[in-house]
């Protein structure tokens, strides 16, 4: 149960933006997508790139710490979201096989 509640503590103190500009993740994130679209996984590469675009969308949006919500943000993160859901949901199940 340590070992659990250790990670957890690890993720939330965990910077992703900082951890998404390593050059080792970024040549993980490309390979993974070039292998994706090389096998014609285009649901797999969508993915790929929603979860890449979802991490700065939080980041720049949605509150920190003890920040108030602002109507501007929550609308921008809000729509933004809508659309990379709407990605997911085209490439997994009606572009898909």
Same mark, same amino acid.
């Given at each position: $149960?340590?070992?659990?509640?250790?990670? *957890?503590?690890? $993720? =939330?103190?965990?910077? @992703?933006? /900082?951890?998404?500009?390593? #050059?080792?993740? +970024?040549?993980?994130?490309?390979? !993974?997508?070039?292998?994706?679209? @090389? =096998?014609?996984?285009?649901?797999?590469?969508?993915?790929?790139?929603? /979860?890449?675009?979802? *991490? #700065?969308? /939080?980041?720049?949006? !949605? #509150?920190? &710490?003890?920040?108030?919500?602002?109507?501007?943000?929550?609308?921008?993160?809000?729509?933004?979201? /809508?659309?990379?859901?709407? +990605?997911?949901?085209?490439?997994?199940?009606?572009? &898909?096989?």
């Amino acid at each position: $149960m340590d070992r659990i509640s250790s990670l *957890i503590n690890q $993720m =939330r103190e965990l910077d @992703w933006v /900082t951890a998404i500009q390593n #050059p080792y993740v +970024i040549a993980a994130i490309v390979v !993974l997508l070039a292998l994706s679209i @090389w =096998r014609k996984a285009y649901a797999a590469a969508a993915l790929i790139v929603v /979860t890449v675009a979802f *991490i #700065p969308l /939080t980041y720049y949006t !949605l #509150p920190k &710490g003890e920040e108030e919500l602002d109507v501007a943000k929550v609308a921008i993160f809000a729509g933004c979201s /809508t659309i990379l859901g709407g +990605i997911l949901i085209y490439f997994g199940f009606v572009k &898909g096989k």
